[in-house]
């Protein structure tokens, strides 16, 4: 700063102007002098020709001077003319790196540059080109469902499974992907739910990282319409209104209360992870309870059926006739209006008999008690097991059977007092027992004993 003290402003700007533009006159003079000095050298690159998305493509430079390898020289990888990396060169003048991004499916150019040194001139390599090729992600349905829109990759169209239960999709992007089920509609004869996924998975929605995960396996359980017939032991329709609730239990141990009428759907099958994947195992589904009266009318167990299909599945209830007659106790002859039914439950209904005091009604199997009402009398419970077509003759003491009774008794009462009072019955002659028509019979006559008659006369001794 000393050379510039004592001077004009002016010409300081001046003259560091001048020394600026003469340095940069300089500068590429130097480089160029240096980019030219040393050994001439030469680049050549290898790069794989075709790699699948995800995967990289491995990079092989070679660099020489005057037919000798350079060593020890960091080389620039070019993709599409920008720096992607750098390597160095061995003994060999060889060195070998992978493109370490995640390239979309596509034609990519490679290159590689040596910058030079002050004993080796810069080179640039030929560009050669590589292919990444798009992947497959397939997804499939267990069990196989062939024609059914299934899923979409990322917001896009819904996917539809082939012949076999699959859809196979074209992947051109690495990254994550959201796999969204998209399931057919309900129709009158099948519903498709899912189950879960082959990672465990019950969401609808699953993401998955292409090209990490290419195959991917939804399990779905398959659902039909199942109708319930009801009939007596001995074939007699029943009424789906009579039969409040029918449990049924699958082979996998759910268990399933069916209120109402009508349809019922039902799964055909259950879908488990296994450490090989998922499978599809067909459901067998057994009737265990129809509570009727307080009783269960089936047999746990015995009735099974599938749900394969859309069907009616006939159900055997243990429901019998029973043949109510009212009768009078004594005279058996047909007697009453009505019978009260109490059901093993304590309810009560009552039941109209014809004109014949009689009744048929179907009661499911149970213990169960009669009695007979209308007209005048004295009803009988009778206790019924039923548990089979059966008979019951219930009694009624009426006011007729009273009578007899009591007229029966007091006969027998008069012919004991007779029996034992037999002189009621006798009459003895002139007594005043004597009838108008004369005395009874002389009564006997026993003689005196002659001792008796002269101990005065007997001498003394």
């Known amino acids: 700063m000393s050379a510039f003290q004592g001077r004009r402003p002016g010409s300081v700007i001046l003259a560091l102007t001048a020394m600026v533009l003469v340095a940069c006159a300089i500068t590429p003079g130097m480089a160029t002098a240096a980019q030219h000095a040393g050994r001439p050298t030469v680049l050549r690159v290898a790069v794989t020709e075709t790699v699948a998305l995800g995967t990289h493509p491995v990079v092989s430079v070679h660099l020489t001077a005057g037919g000798k390898p350079v060593k020890g020289k960091q080389v620039g990888i070019r993709l599409d ?11 060999d ?14 034609r990519y150019e490679v290159s590689a540059r040596f910058a030079g040194t002050s004993a080796y001139r810069s080179s640039t390599s030929r560009t050669e080109v590589f292919t990444v090729t798009p992947v497959q992600l397939t997804i499939s349905t267990v069990p196989p469902m062939p024609g059914i829109p299934l899923l979409s990759i990322d917001g896009g169209p819904p996917l539809v499974t082939g012949a076999d239960g699959t859809v196979v999709a074209t992947v051109s992007k690495v990254g994550r992907a959201a796999l969204s089920l998209v399931l057919p509609p309900d129709d009158a004869t099948q519903q498709v739910r899912l189950a879960r996924w082959d990672n465990g998975s019950t969401d609808p929605v699953r993401t998955i990282r292409i090209p990490d995960t290419l195959t991917a396996a939804v ?17 007699t329709p029943i009424a789906d209104t009579d039969v409040p609730t029918i449990q049924v239990t ?148 009426s006011v007729l059977d009273i009578g007899l009774v009591i007229g029966i008794a007091l006969t027998l009462v008069v012919s004991l007092i007779l029996i034992g009072r037999p002189h009621f019955l006798k009459r003895r002659r002139g007594g005043p027992t004597d009838g108008p028509e004369g005395p009874g019979p002389p009564l006997p006559q026993w003689p005196e004993p002659d001792i008796a008659r002269d101990w005065r006369g007997r001498p003394r001794l």
């Open 81 to 91: 003319g920008k720096i992607s990396q750098q390597v160095r060169t061995g003994a």
């Open 93 to 106: 003048g060889r060195a070998t790196t992978e493109i370490v991004r995640d390239l979309s499916a596509g």
């Open 219 to 235: 399990g779905l359980q398959v659902l039909h319409p199942i109708q319930f017939a009801f009939t007596s032991s001995d074939g």
């Open 250 to 397: 699958d082979d996998a141990g759910h268990q399933d209360v069916l209120t109402g009428t009508g349809t019922h759907w039902l799964r055909s099958n259950a879908i488990n992870r296994l450490p090989t994947g998922l499978i599809s195992s067909p459901l067998e589904y057994r009737v265990t309870e129809v509570p009727l009266a307080g009783q269960n009318a089936v047999n746990r167990g015995q009735q099974r059926f599938t749900a394969s299909t859309a069907q009616t599945v006939g159900v055997s209830l243990l429901a019998f006739n029973l043949v109510v007659q009212g009768r009078d106790a004594l005279l058996k002859s047909p007697l009453g209006s009505t019978v009260t039914i109490t059901d093993p439950t304590g309810s009560k209904r009552v039941v109209d008999l014809d004109a014949g005091s009689s009744a048929t009604m179907l009661l499911p199997r149970g213990d169960y008690s009669l009695a007979i009402r209308g007209g005048d009398g004295i009803p009988i419970t009778t206790p019924v097991a039923l548990s089979r077509e059966q008979h019951a003759d219930v009694l009624v003491i």
